[in-house]
């Protein structure tokens, strides 16, 4: 299961790179201004929904599970992103951001949650690329840490 993470990330990277920069700002404003659901694959894999609400800030909501265990633990959590685009390629942003995580398991967890990542937004289709890691600060009922890492595609309504 690793290696087959660490290689969709690798794809990922190289896809967001590799795809032509020729959406214009005025475009990536029209895909910003929507709401967006659909898939993250890592840890945890499920579902992700983000919605713009400027060209910079954006607000990522995920309901997951956790591979990592035998038990497949629920996973929920939301955080307020803040978008850099990249002069140069102006559909490719570097974000970053802070929220909150709840894992539902024997021993459920509740903690701070601090995502970073990249994004690619399509020009001419209402979808994003992105690939992201989250260290979290666990909070209850223990203090500890934990991280994600996860590769995803959501599609703007």
Known sequence: MKKILKSLAAVSLILIFMLPADAQ???RQQVTKNF?????FGEPTGVTVKVWSGN??????GGAWSLASSDQDLHLHASMLFHSWFNDRPNVAFYYGIG???LFADDSKIGVRIPFGLTYVMGRLPLDLFVEVAPILDLVPDTGFAGNGAVGARIYF
């Open 100 to 102: 909150g995580r709840i």
């Open 25 to 27: 700002a005025q475009l």
């Open 36 to 40: 967006g659901i659909g898939a993250m």
């Open 56 to 61: 910079n800030v954006a607000f990522d909501v």
